[in-house]
């Protein structure tokens, strides 16, 4: 027994002990108490505080299976009003469909808060899609979205694209809407061979919780449209279950994690593994924050080691030549109070950025900058767990 005790003990001691100290290595800068003291969930929420998402017994609209959810937002936005919320209850069921969102109406739209896994709305669309597929999935015989919809500029903006719909298009759920709230649901991006969004936003004070986002490749966006990064783009991600295996969770929003559950699953043959990409703007100074979370893998990643962390999106940068510090986006990230299972490559978790191919930089200086945007912006604070 006294054995079985000291053996535990020796267990913990091993796994914290591997955890990095204050200020890293090069290769994984690590903050101190005092640097960590700013990347509080208040800061990266500047301002706002998200109120409860409550389910009222009477939702104002409840969507069946074999219903569209899309057609139900759009009635919504149509007869709602900025002043109040609206409420849509989706029942247990399949979904196959897009839904967009856009219009100054508050909404909430939930499943089953304890059983995510019965609302399931998916689509299987990737960049790669092209327009003419693009239109037969999400619009088939132009029911699905009409000219005067409040989703339609939405839809117009894909469907005249040449050839590819890229990243933008291949949202399975897009919230281009302030205040939004979402609950109890799983939305799904069945496609497999190229990036492909479950869940875009591009929109202020969005709470997302208890939902399951699944995709393999850039599976959650927030605030990804082109030439919006000055305008305030705050998320709060609340007890989410977030699965894919590159570069899963992107974009240049100021979004807090909290509770959230990253699991990189194996599905396709990718040179790597990388779980964030942010592209913050060099001047928002919070950009992704991840805390209380746990970082995990499946069977074939446990003891892989094989994952990154994150890596910054230069989005529109085309060579390491070509960033420009203070100009281009410089992705920012903590990941602090998370439990790290032993899936990361702990000693190179961050690694070249996406588009610029910048290799990762820190600095490990007493008197670092912290926004300083020669460098990267991806730091660690006070994780534990194998892969600390
Ligand atoms: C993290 O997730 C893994 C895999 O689901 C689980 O085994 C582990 O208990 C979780 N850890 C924490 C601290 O939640
Ligand atoms: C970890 O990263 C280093 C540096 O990029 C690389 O050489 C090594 O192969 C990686 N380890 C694994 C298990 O992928």
């Not at 009222?56 to 759009?74: K, L, M, R, T």
């Not at 669309?125 to 619009?139: E, K, W």
């Not at 790597?272 to 990409?277: E, G, L, S, T, W």
């Not at 978790?349 to 945007?373: E, Q, V, W």
């Amino acid at each position: 027994m006294k054995r079985c005790l000291l053996s535990i003990w020796a267990l913990i001691w091993v796994s914290t002990a591997f955890a990095l100290e204050y200020p890293g290595t090069n290769n994984r800068p690590i903050l101190s108490e005092e640097e960590a003291s700013r990347y509080t969930i208040e800061n990266y929420l500047s301002g706002w505080e998200p109120e409860e998402i409550e389910i009222p017994d009477q939702p104002h609209y409840v969507v069946s299976e074999g219903q569209s959810i899309q057609a139900v937002v759009n009635e919504a936005i149509q007869s709602g009003s900025s002043a109040f919320r609206t409420y849509i209850k989706i029942e247990p069921g399949h979904y196959m469909e897009t839904v967009y969102i856009k219009g100054d109406v508050p909404l909430t739209i939930y499943g089953d808060p304890d059983r995510p896994e019965d609302v399931h709305i998916m689509a299987i669309l990737s960049a790669q899609t092209s327009v003419a597929d693009y239109q037969i999935t999400v619009n088939e015989d132009g029911v699905n979205y009409q000219e005067g919809d409040p989703a339609w500029e939405l839809y117009k903006s894909c469907a005249i694209k040449e050839e590819a719909i890229g990243i933008e298009c291949s949202a399975v759920f897009w919230v281009q809407s302030n205040d939004f709230q979402l609950q109890g649901v799983t939305i799904h991006n069945g496609a497999t061979e190229a990036q492909a969004l479950a869940i875009k936003t591009s929109g202020d004070k969005i709470h997302l919780m208890n939902n399951n986002f699944m995709s393999i490749q850039d599976t959650v966006g927030l605030g990804i449209d082109e030439g919006e990064n000055e305008k305030a783009e705050r998320v709060l991600i609340h007890m989410c279950y977030i699965e894919g295996e590159l570069d899963y969770v992107i974009g240049g929003a100021s979004a807090v994690f909290n509770m959230v559950t990253f699991n990189t699953v194996a599905s396709v043959e990718k040179e790597q593994y990388v779980i964030f990409m942010p592209d913050t703007a060099p001047g928002r100074t919070y950009g992704f924050l991840v805390i209380n979370s746990n970082i995990t893998g499946d069977a074939s990643y446990l003891q892989s080691n094989e994952i990154r962390l994150a890596r910054s999106w230069d989005k529109g940068v085309t060579s390491p030549l070509d960033y420009v510090a203070g100009e281009s986006p410089n992705g920012q990230l903590v990941i602090r109070d998370s439990n790290i299972e032993n899936v990361i490559n702990g000693t190179a978790p961050y690694t070249i950025a996406g588009a610029s191919k910048r290799p990762f930089s820190t600095d490990i200086k007493p008197d670092r900058d912290l926004d300083d945007n020669t460098h990267n912006r991806l730091w660690e604070y006070n994780n534990r767990g194998i892969g600390a």
